[in-house]
């Protein structure tokens, strides 16, 4: 096996890079709850909400056009978002806009929640880097009495694309699942959904269907 011999000068720079990054995120908030199986988890106090927010990364070798083909895939979502219990397209604007709505599964004795979404995919091509920011609309629809709406969310997924085959993946979250979930559950579903939705997303994206798809926007 070829071994990578790093000079002084450059061991020091790469070192330098790693502490600022690790330094960034700790002062941040963020801090480091699993890592396995190359996905990292971090969890911070939100702000926004007394939920704990995620924010989830790992290196992915597929292509940018499948990644889009399974997140725009939303009528098979329950195949890998963790707990969601169906989903459906409300409106769509080409290749980089949707309004969807889900269903997402609570243990008895809670009541389900459901949510209206809108993601909106932003390709910054000088830097090869795409952005999908992720938008709860509580009042988007009328709500289901036999359901608890999602009062407030908010998220992204930022991809960077390394080569042809090869992605670095972020996906953030923060999300006030509303009624009477205590917090403790709402944040036991913070750790539980990203190793989950990251190893699924893995598993499927290998489908022909997401293998064959090519998106415009993308240059």
Request: proline share 5%.
């Amino acid at each position: 096996m070829d071994k990578v011999h790093l000079s002084g000068g450059k061991f020091l720079i790469v070192l330098a890079a790693t502490i600022l990054y690790y330094s960034g995120i700790a002062q941040d908030g963020w801090k480091l709850s699993r890592d396995k199986d190359g996905i990292k988890v971090y969890t911070r106090a939100s702000d926004e909400s007394p939920f704990d927010e995620f924010r989830a990364t790992m290196v992915l070798n597929q292509s940018i056009h499948s990644l889009i083909a399974v997140l725009q895939d939303i009528e098979n979502m329950p195949e890998w978002a963790y707990n969601v219990k169906n989903a459906s397209i409300l409106k769509e604007f080409g290749d980089t806009v949707q309004f969807y709505y889900t269903e997402v599964s609570i243990p008895f004795p809670f009541t389900n929640r459901d949510a209206v979404y809108r993601n909106s995919y932003n390709w910054k091509n000088d830097s090869s880097l795409l952005v999908v920011d992720i938008q709860m609309l509580p009042k988007y629809i009328e709500e289901n009495e036999d359901l608890v709406r999602i009062p407030f969310g908010k998220g992204f997924w930022r991809v960077k694309v390394l080569s042809e085959e090869r992605l670095d993946v972020t996906f953030q979250m923060v999300v006030d699942p509303g009624g009477s979930v205590p917090a403790w559950m709402a944040n036991m579903f913070v750790n539980e959904t990203p190793p989950y939705t990251f190893a699924k997303l893995r598993e499927i994206i290998v489908n022909e269907k997401y293998q064959q798809q090519r998106f415009d926007f993308v240059e």
